[in-house]
């Protein structure tokens, strides 16, 4: 049973969710470009990999009985999951269903990771590491030693979208048999009509909201952990820390805008800020100090469960950053207050800082 939000209650949520959920989307795909641009083509396909290949072992079984499709033929339930867990996820897919045993799936432009001309700068073979991560375990994950997954187009090497289909042979596949790629020039097309529907009853727009959050908490938190995993508490931290940093200066201005900054005092960047912790639900307090002096406590960092002191700092990047980018008269600084406690310094000098 879901509780019904009223109208001010849901634009809210669109407002707050929807912000953390791009926000939070941004730093992953920050996380890989960077990756990519620091530690080569080699790197992002192995953080790609584990990130996905995680979230497989951690939801899989879950997600087939939520969804309902856990009796489904072991082809149509691999398609059903994956169009409806990021139809869920916000992304735009199709479906096509060929028989019990084969079934398409199509993830259509634009892309949700790569967005804008970001797409044009990463590796063109990355999308056959994507599909072939995940994808190729469905029938080790189902125990059905039969089912194969063949990815037909990749929409990072020029084609109109990323395309393969599910098929259940009638042989079991040896570990190498299960991807698969193969050259068509036509595949079935989608029918909205025919494609499986969620029910509206069960998905509320409220409960696909905080899903589609939740999507982009949990791309994040893998994959800040897998890299510390592969390379290292040093270069994990440079990767972060230059990734906020990065992010600030594209996404400020747009940020500003959604939240409906107005101006650029020390007030202004405090409660900018502060909006931000909202959106993505922070335990956190606003102290205003000064009119030229605020002070923000921070006692949370979602979406991730532990925040060392220099995994904090690395973060932080991204609000010295974006104060830069908005009043450089303006100071941000931050010390730590204990292991789960942030305290921001937000102070107008008066003066040009950089």
Known sequence: MHTSLTP?????????????????GRMFSGLTAVTYREKGEAAVHRLWHEVLTSHQDERYHEGLVKLG?????????????????????????EYAEESPRKAWVRYTA????????????MPGNLRRTILGSWHPRNGEMMG?????????????????????????????????ECYRIEHVTSSPPHDPVKAPQLDPKEWPEARLIRARRNFSSRYLKSAVEVLFRQQGEV????????????LAIQYTHELSEK???????????????????????????LEDVSATRQRIVVNSFLPFDEAPENFRHALFAFQEMSTKQINGNVRITRRSNGPTQDLWEIED???WLW
Request: with cysteine; charged share 20%.
């Open 69 to 93: 499709i856990d009796k489904d033929p072991p082809a149509i339930a691999a398609a059903k999951y994956h169009y409806y867990t990021n139809l869920i996820g916000g992304l735009s897919m």
């Open 259 to 285: 939240l409906g900054r107005e101006g650029n005092s020390a007030r202004e960047v405090a409660r900018f800020f502060c909006d931000i912790l909202s959106c993505c639900s922070q335990e956190f307090s």
């Open 349 to 351: 000098t008066g003066t």
């Open 110 to 121: 634009p892309m949700w990771l790569y967005d804008g001309v970001a797409m044009l700068a």
């Open 8 to 24: 001010t209650e849901l634009d809210l949520l669109r407002h707050q969710h929807g912000t953390a959920t791009r926000l939070w």
């Open 235 to 246: 270069a994990t931290l440079n990767i972060i820390s230059q990734s906020m940093r990065l």
């Open 144 to 176: 059905c030693s039969k089912l194969g997954w063949v990815a037909t187009k990749f929409i990072m090497e020029g084609d109109p979208y990323d395309e393969g289909y599910f098929f259940e042979y009638d042989h079991d596949l040896k570990p190498e």
